[in-house]
């Protein structure tokens, strides 16, 4: 399990209040990427949407990075990147967002996206602990408490309710999926640049996802309306988000990033009420305010 360790040669300086701050930065991005695709079109495919977002995603990076370092810099630390680690996080990503899809589409939206995105902190604890980075109780209370809340607001938002035993198994491996990238992004940011890192990691998914979701569900059919979607997905809750985590991982543990990941169903609720005009009953409020206790008594563990 050393290839998953946090351990790097030359750690960054611990801030880990800025850390918490960007990758909450990152949730609340990742939380608007259900409202924007409601204003796509039903023809387009999700599986399309997880590879294409990845594809648009690698060419931010690319963009970014060779502004902030100019070409000939970005080339030499692409060629300094540690590329085994880079590779299978971006295998992991791609699994992640091909896994997901699929099995939200055999549970329904609630049980899959509470399987995802409840078991990714769990998976990130327990790798952590096999590869002798053992969370504290404090980081296991809080993510305990907020992946229930978690689970209490995505289930009381309804939705169907479906136990497809494939479909589980697919949700649960888009939480580990994502967990291993987590473990593996911290231990390639502490050796490289955050951009350069993402750019080799996602340049990489999209390799892997392009063609896997051509296999699975067809050529592309995509309108301007949908593309648009896509560039927003790509740029701002897919490119910007993961930066900012990827950042943050710097001065976290990969386990208390994964963990926070959850404000991502925190924002997706408040604009499903604001924009959709969603009304959840009252489970999904108690599991709102379960998820921000567990989330601030991480917040606390990790920053003491």
Sequence with gaps: MSTISDSSPNPAPSRPLQGVLLVLGAGMLWGTTGTAQSFS?????????????????ACFFLAYAGRVL??????????????????????????YNLSFF???????????TALALGSGPIWAGLLQVAGGARPSRGWWAGTLLAVGGGVLLVLGRGGDVLADPLGIVLCLAAGLSYAVYAILN????????????????????????????????????????GWLVVGFLGVFATGIAYLLFSTGLRSISAATGVSL??????????LAL??????????AYAGLAALLAGLAIVIRSETR
Excluded: N
């Design 41 to 57: 079109a039903a023809s387009l495919s999700p599986y399309w949407v997880g590879a294409l977002r990845l594809a648009v995603a």
């Design 70 to 95: 100019g070409p000939g810099a970005l080339r030499r630390q692409l060629a300094a990147l540690d590329w085994s680690p880079a590779i299978l996080a971006g295998a992991c990503m791609a699994g």
């Design 102 to 112: 699929a099995g939200v589409k055999a549970t329904g939206v609630a049980v899959g």
């Design 186 to 225: 911290k231990r390639l940011v502490h050796r490289s640049e955050p951009a350069v890192a993402t750019l080799g990691v996602f340049a990489t998914g999209a390799v892997l996802a392009l063609p896997a979701a051509w296999l699975g569900v067809g050529a592309l059919a995509i309108s301007p309306s």
């Design 261 to 270: 990941a959850l404000m991502e169903p925190v924002t997706a609720f408040l």
């Design 274 to 283: 604001v924009v959709v005009g969603e009304r959840p009953g009252a489970l």
